[in-house]
T-cell receptor
Framework: QQQVKQSPQSLIVQKGGIPIINCAYE??????FPWYQQFPGKGPALLIA?????SEKKEGRFTISFNKSAKQFSLHIMDSQPGDSATYFC???????????FGSGTKLNVKP | GAVVSQHPSWVICKSGTSVKIECRSL??????MFWYRQFPKQSLMLMAT?????????EQGVEKDKFLINHASLTLSTLTVTSAHPEDSSFYIC????????????FGPGTRLTVT
């Protein structure tokens, strides 16, 4: 059973657009929700993360929206740039030092 | 910032040989590290959790005798692929938890293994 479901699988936007990637989870015990960015042939890099005590977190052009009652969270990329073209993964975990449950990934293509 | 390194970044080996991949936390101590496997255009698949000074915890379906994990120090974990076969060819990535104001997991750059 997939613990974290991510959509869409792929996304194409024009430069300056605001791509939105969504994730849904099942386990209400999850208390940490990070987003990672991965370029081809590289390891994932932590972008931004949120805990369920807040509904939104913004870092630079990246924003996480969190809906605890719906068990959903999403990543918004403001003023997207071609350099943002990458694969994005959401994840969830519970407690500290515990394993992540990853979404299936979203391949984003930002056209110039 | 937190840095996790892996060595080698890519390796080609012959079928039947063993390959060791190192994962190091460069500027922090990591009591817990994770090993992932990633197939092309797919998500990360957790293989095992590596804890310093104790045996690794393997995920269901991962052969512990084939993928040997040793977490000998607070900054080094190794993954040894024993008697490698072409189906073991993959992208292997490690990660480590760093405790700052919260617990964040940082990933290494990955190791591309090709078994011929």
């Amino acid at each position: 059973q997939q613990q974290v479901k991510q959509s869409p699988q792929s996304l194409i936007v024009q430069k300056g657009g605001i791509p939105i990637i969504n994730c849904a989870y099942e386990n209400t015990a999850f208390d940490y929700f990070p987003w990672y960015q991965q370029f081809p042939g590289k390891g994932p890099a932590l972008l931004i993360a949120i805990r369920p005590d807040v509904s939104e977190k913004k870092e630079g052009r990246f924003t996480i929206s969190f809906n605890k009652s719906a068990k959903q969270f999403s990543l918004h990329i403001m003023d997207s740039q071609p350099g943002d073209s990458a694969t994005y993964f959401c994840a969830a975990s519970k407690g500290n030092f515990n394993k992540f449950y990853f979404g299936s990934g979203t391949k984003l293509n930002v056209k110039p | 910032g937190a840095v996790v390194s892996q060595h080698p970044s890519w390796v080609i080996c012959k079928s039947g040989t063993s390959v060791k991949i190192e994962c190091r936390s460069l500027d922090f101590q990591a009591t817990t590290m994770f090993w992932y496997r990633q197939f092309p255009k797919q998500s990360l698949m957790l293989m095992a959790t590596s804890n310093e000074g104790s045996k690794a915890t393997y995920e269901q379906g991962v052969e512990k005798d084939k993928f040997l994990i040793n977490h000998a120090s607070l900054t080094l974990s190794t993954l040894t692929v024993t008697s490698a076969h072409p189906e073991d060819s993959s992208f292997y990535i490690c990660s480590a938890y760093r405790q700052l104001s919260s617990y964040e997991q940082y990933f290494g750059p990955g190791t591309r293994l090709t078994v011929t």
